[in-house]
């Protein structure tokens, strides 16, 4: 059974950064995808950023710029680094893991739990 597990939330005041960390525990799978959502008080989750496997990495207009995604293979992880935050970015982030499962034979989808990012003006 997989697991994705994140880290690194916190309070923070407007300006500061804050680096979030996720991790895949379990047996016989393969990374593709990593993705980071923001899901704010009463709104829906949005992807904000994500890299692929060989590297190429997209984000939300609103983060370009502000955040780095990056991922260290030899790990199962994925970060995301969080800079100039703004009190909008406050919310719950949630890291997915986009995988090959080798014992199901097939590509799954695996959410972590979510870390709270509070960004105080």
């Known amino acids: 059974q997989v697991q994705v597990m994140e880290s690194g939330g916190g309070l923070v005041q407007a300006g500061g950064s804050l680096r979030l960390s996720c991790v895949a525990s379990?047996?016989?799978?393969?990374?593709?995808?990593i993705s980071w959502y923001h899901q704010g008080p009463d709104q829906d989750r949005n992807e904000v950023a994500r890299?692929?496997?060989?590297?190429?990495?997209i984000y939300e207009g609103s983060v370009e710029g502000r955040f780095t995604i990056s991922r260290d293979d030899a790990k199962n992880a994925g970060y995301l680094q969080m800079n100039s935050l703004k009190p909008e970015d406050t919310g719950t982030y949630f890291c997915?893991?986009?995988?090959?499962?080798?014992?199901?034979?097939?590509?799954?989808?695996?959410w972590g739990q979510g870390t709270r990012v509070t960004v105080f003006a």
């Open positions: 997915k893991m986009h995988m090959w499962e080798t014992d199901a034979g097939e590509y799954r989808d695996y």
């Open positions: 379990g047996r016989n799978f393969r990374i593709t995808d």
């Open positions: 890299i692929k496997l060989r590297g190429e990495v």
